[in-house]
Nanobody
Framework: QVQLVESGGGLVQAGDSLRLSCAASGLSFSSYAMGWFRQAPGKEREFVAAISWSGLKKYYAESVKGRFTISRDNAKNTVYLQMNSLEPEDTANYYC??????????????????WGQGTQITVSS
């Protein structure tokens, strides 16, 4: 079965950087787009970034564009989210996700079937 395991969250100060990792198993990783989403308390889950199966296409939410970078290493079955210039508004539980079909990239959480357990990021001001 598909397993996605996030790591790298923590408590940081505004302006700091963090890198999240998501290790995938149970799927042909190099054939799947991957996405990062986040959910803050009392808010809906929102799109953060997505990367195509090849890594050539990347998509970002406006709120993180220029600060966050998504990447992938298909040899390691891992997708990353490099987060720079973190802001208190970035505080949330961060999830990686995979869609149900190969070669399909989306920014909508409804189009992702597989989810990790999440990793918490707290940014203090």
């Amino acid at each position: 079965q598909v397993q996605l395991v996030e790591s790298g969250g923590g408590l940081v100060q505004a302006g700091d950087s963090l890198r999240l990792s998501c290790a995938a198993s149970g799927l042909s990783f190099s054939s799947y787009a991957m996405g990062w989403f986040r959910q803050a308390p009392g808010k809906e889950r929102e799109f953060v970034a997505a990367i195509s199966w090849s890594g050539l296409k990347k998509y970002y939410a406006e709120s993180v564009k220029g600060r966050f970078t998504i990447s992938r290493d298909n040899a390691k079955n891992t997708v990353y989210l490099q987060m720079n210039s973190l802001e208190p508004e970035d505080t949330a539980n961060y999830y990686c996700a995979a869609p149900p079909r190969t070669y399909s990239t989306s920014t909508s959480p409804e189009e992702y079937d597989y989810w990790g357990q999440g990793t918490q990021i707290t940014v203090s001001s």
